[in-house]
């Protein structure tokens, strides 16, 4: 089982980038999947999440408005569109999925790092002032 992030890089205040989860090795068409982001010296910190069938989305705070998450099941992929980047945004973003529990049972805990069963290595996003 193996996740990989893509499309992170170096982009100045108020670009966009769009980061892609891959997922191989089995399929997460009925998983929640996520993203969370760690800055150096920083906790891990969530960023967003999204059921299986991509209805119901969640987003911490301080990216919404600017970031979607979405997916596409076929393809095995969750997607991040990352807009109006800050520079406190830069870190390293990584996707994650939750095994098979629902959207209702994970309520509450979607932003918790223990509640994913699989990681994938992460992206380097950087955002220069």
């Known amino acids: 089982v193996q996740l990989q992030a893509s499309g992170g890089g170096l982009v100045q205040v108020g670009g966009s980038l769009r980061l892609s989860c891959t997922a191989s090795?089995?399929?997460?068409?009925?998983?929640?999947m996520g993203w969370f982001r760690q800055a150096p010296g920083k906790e891990r910190e969530f960023v967003a999440a999204?059921?299986?069938?991509?209805?119901?989305?969640y987003y911490t705070d301080s990216v919404k408005g600017r970031f979607t998450i979405s997916r596409n099941n076929a393809e095995n992929t969750v997607n991040l569109q990352m807009n109006s980047l800050k520079p406190e945004d830069t870190a390293v973003y990584s996707c994650a999925a939750e095994k098979g529990s629902t959207w209702y049972a994970l309520r509450g805990k979607l932003h918790t790092s223990s509640t994913y069963d699989y990681w994938g290595q992460g992206t380097q996003v950087t955002v220069s002032s």
């Open positions: 090795g089995r399929t997460f068409s009925r998983s929640v």
């Open positions: 999204i059921s299986w069938e991509g209805i119901a989305t």
